[in-house]
Each structure stands twice: as C-alpha cells, then as structure tokens.
C-alpha cells in the first residue's frame, strides 16, 4: 500500500560503529534471511567492516561494478540468487555500495515478491548525500538512464562516513558537487564552510549530514517530484545534456564534474534573470574551475549539447524549464529558459 505523501520519512542513521550498530538492528528485528549486495569494490573494501556483524548464513551478492551494468541482466543474476537460495518475503536486502547499487538493489528489492525489505548503506560520497534517500530506485534501459524503475523507500539508510577512506579521489569529486548543489539551493552557512577549504580539508562529519538535511527536508515535503524536488534539479539541465553529450562523443566525465560545470552556466541565466548576485556566481566559479577545471568541449558543439537539453524529460510542453539558484542558500523552480539563454551560458562557460 502507498503511504499517504505526508507520511514518508527519509531519516537516516549516523553510524560510528558498524559492527555494534548492525548486529543490534538485525537482532531487533525478524529477518528470516539476509543477503548483501555488493560489487567488486565494495566487496572488497566494504564489506570487510561489516561482516563480523553478519549472521553466519548470510548471502553475498556481488554483481560487476558501473553504470553500464545498471540493468535488467544484473536484476535477472539477482533475482535468481534470492530465488536459490529460497528468499521469503521476510528476508532482507542490504545493499552496500555506491547510487548504482542502491538503485539496483532497491528496485530489486522492490519487485521480488512484490517487495522485500531493505537497507541503503551507501559506500560512495555521491550515494550518500544524495542516491540513498528518496526512494528512486531503477535501472538504465534501451540507453536511457534510470527508464525502468519504481519509488520503494528503505527500512533504514545507514551513514558510515569512513567508507570513503578508499573511494578513488575523481568519485569523491563527483559527490562533492551534490554537495555543493544542496549547499547552494538551500543551506548558505554550509556554502560558506565548504568554499574556503580544499578537498582533502572539507569536514565530512559536518558537511555530509547538512547535505543530508537538504535532501531529507525536500523528498519529505515532495516525495513524487511534484514540485519541491525539482529543487534538486539545480545544475542539472545544463549538466546532465553536457554529460549526455561527453558519453556519446566517447569521452564520458564523471556525473558531478558535468553538474559543477552546470552549476556555472546556468549560475549565468540566474545571473541574467536578476535571481542570483554576480559577486555569488564569481564565487561559484572560483570553487568550480579550482576543483574541477574546465571540461573540454568547444563552440562548435554547442548545437548538440543544446539538442540533448530540448530533449530532457523534465522538460513541460516542449519548454526548457530550470530550477535556478539565488540568492546563495535558495532556488526557484520552473524557471523558463530559452534557447538564447542556454546559448549564451554555453558560451559563458567556454570563455
Ligand atoms: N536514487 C537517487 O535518488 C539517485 C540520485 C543520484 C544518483 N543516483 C544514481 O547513482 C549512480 C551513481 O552513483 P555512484 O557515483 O555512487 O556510482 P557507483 O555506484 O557506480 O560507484 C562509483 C564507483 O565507486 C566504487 N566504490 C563505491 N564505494 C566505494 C568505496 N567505499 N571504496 C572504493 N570504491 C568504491 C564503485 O564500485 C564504482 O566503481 C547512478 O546510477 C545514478 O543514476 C541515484
Ligand atoms: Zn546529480
């Protein structure tokens, strides 16, 4: 039965240790099975902190790691494990690993018997400020991305921030931009904090529940995007046609540095709009081009990438419409942009 909008919580647990935390859960509770979900990196790095708190039949699940195995086939070697190994409809899912896991379990968990229970225990700076809570969960399909899905919320969403000690530096940049992204449509002081230090000095334990927040407080008043969520769509027009654009070019970049890159250009519109200061875009820039640098495309592609923004599916009406920043710390949503305006941001960022 779907809850009633008002009546679906994000929360999410900070976890300190593991070990302890796990073991008491699954104690309290009446799981007849449990099974891990994993990928090979996770599996390797992850679940070694964890595993003391595992019943000894525990199943682990490991399926290959990236985007390109967010599909159907990894559902079916799923799927087929839990009905092996004889799975109820008591058994529990974790799903230990970065957004495509958890995006892949949590829709697996959803259709197996009509829905099993399960965990995000989010392993990647990106999953865990952003995948992990509200309740998207799906798979890529005939090349679009997350096509095939359904909204399942988590029984519980498990932080444990030192997972991120061996997550390579480029995926942590990919995360630091939702980061950044949440700051700047809704939590000012945390722009603040997090513009003034470098990568490796950015304080986790603070910045990664605030981010949190953001999400929590904005899929628990729109838990359908129905209006409110569209917040979180800042950066992601501009960014997410540029990415689209880099992957079919043979030459993908990371979903943050694209949205960093979004953030800017359409910092700009904001700019020209009269939503967002120029000294606040300056600021933008200055963290964007130190962290990420400029991402390579030229002026000749601009037509193309322009083409993969009239074909987003947020789009209304056949109308670019944009969730845009300012001042720092707040957004307005539905925005209309013209192709002028994505143009011109195109070419802003070029220089
Ligand atoms: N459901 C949502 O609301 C939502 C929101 C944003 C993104 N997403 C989805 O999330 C996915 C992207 O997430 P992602 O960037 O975490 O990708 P990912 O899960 O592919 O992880 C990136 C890489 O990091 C590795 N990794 C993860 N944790 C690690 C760790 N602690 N140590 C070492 N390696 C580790 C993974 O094995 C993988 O190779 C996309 O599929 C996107 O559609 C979903
Ligand atoms: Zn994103």
């Known amino acids: 039965m779907q809850l009633p909008d008002s009546q679906i919580k994000a929360s999410f647990d900070l976890v300190e240790n593991p070990v302890s935390f796990i073991s008491s859960y699954l104690k309290n509770q009446s799981f007849t099975a449990v099974f891990v979900l994993t990928d090979r990196n996770t599996r390797r790095h992850c679940l070694p902190l964890i595993k003391e708190a595992l019943p000894k039949s525990t199943v682990i699940i490991q399926i290959p790691a990236g985007?390109?195995?967010?599909?159907?086939?990894?559902?079916?070697?799923?799927w087929e494990k839990l009905t092996a190994k004889n799975a109820d409809r008591k058994a529990l899912l974790i799903n230990l690993g970065g957004g495509m896991i958890g995006d892949l379990g949590g829709f697996c968990a959803a259709a197996y018997k009509r829905g099993i229970a399960f965990v995000q225990m989010p392993t990647s700076l990106l999953a865990m400020v952003d995948a992990c809570l509200g309740g998207k969960t799906?798979?890529?399909?005939?090349?679009?991305?997350?096509?095939?899905?359904?909204f399942?919320?988590?029984?519980?969403?498990?932080?444990?921030?030192?997972?991120?000690?061996?997550?390579p530096?480029?995926?942590?940049?990919?995360?630091?931009?939702?980061?950044?992204?949440?700051?700047?449509?809704?939590?000012?002081?945390?722009?603040?904090?997090?513009?003034?230090?470098?990568?490796?000095?950015?304080n986790w334990s603070e910045l990664i529940p605030a981010s949190l927040q953001v999400k929590k407080q904005i899929v628990e008043i729109d838990p359908f995007e129905k209006g409110e969520r569209k917040k979180l769509n800042a950066g992601h027009t501009l960014g997410h046609a540029l990415e689209s654009f880099l992957m079919k070019k043979g030459n993908p970049h990371p979903?943050?540095?694209?949205?960093?890159?979004?953030?800017?250009?359409?910092?700009?519109?904001?700019?020209?709009?009269?939503?967002?200061?120029?000294?606040?875009?300056?600021?933008?820039?200055?963290l964007v081009y130190a962290l990420y640098g400029i991402i390579p495309?030229?002026?000749?592609?601009?037509?193309?990438?322009?083409?993969?923004?009239?074909?987003?599916?947020?789009?209304?009406?056949?109308?670019v419409r944009m969730a845009l920043i300012g001042p720092i710390g707040n957004c307005t949503t539905d925005v209309e942009a013209t192709e002028a305006d994505l143009k011109m941001a195109l070419r802003y960022y070029l220089g």
């Open 67 to 78: 985007e390109m195995h967010k599909t159907l086939d990894s559902c079916s070697a799923v």
């Open 152 to 167: 399942a919320q988590p029984e519980a969403v498990w932080i444990y921030q030192p997972f991120l000690k061996t997550l």
């Open 169 to 202: 530096e480029t995926e942590l940049l990919s995360g630091f931009a939702e980061i950044i992204k949440h700051a700047l449509i809704a939590d000012a002081p945390a722009w603040h904090l997090l513009r003034k230090r470098e990568l490796k000095n950015q």
């Open 255 to 286: 979903h943050g540095h694209c949205v960093a890159a979004g953030l800017v250009m359409e910092g700009r519109i904001a700019v020209e709009k009269g939503l967002l200061p120029e000294n606040e875009l300056i600021q933008i820039e200055e």
């Open 138 to 150: 799906g798979v890529d399909f005939g090349g679009f991305k997350n096509q095939i899905g359904a």
């Open 297 to 319: 495309f030229s002026r000749t592609d601009v037509p193309a990438i322009l083409r993969l923004c009239q074909q987003d599916k947020k789009n209304e009406a056949g109308k």
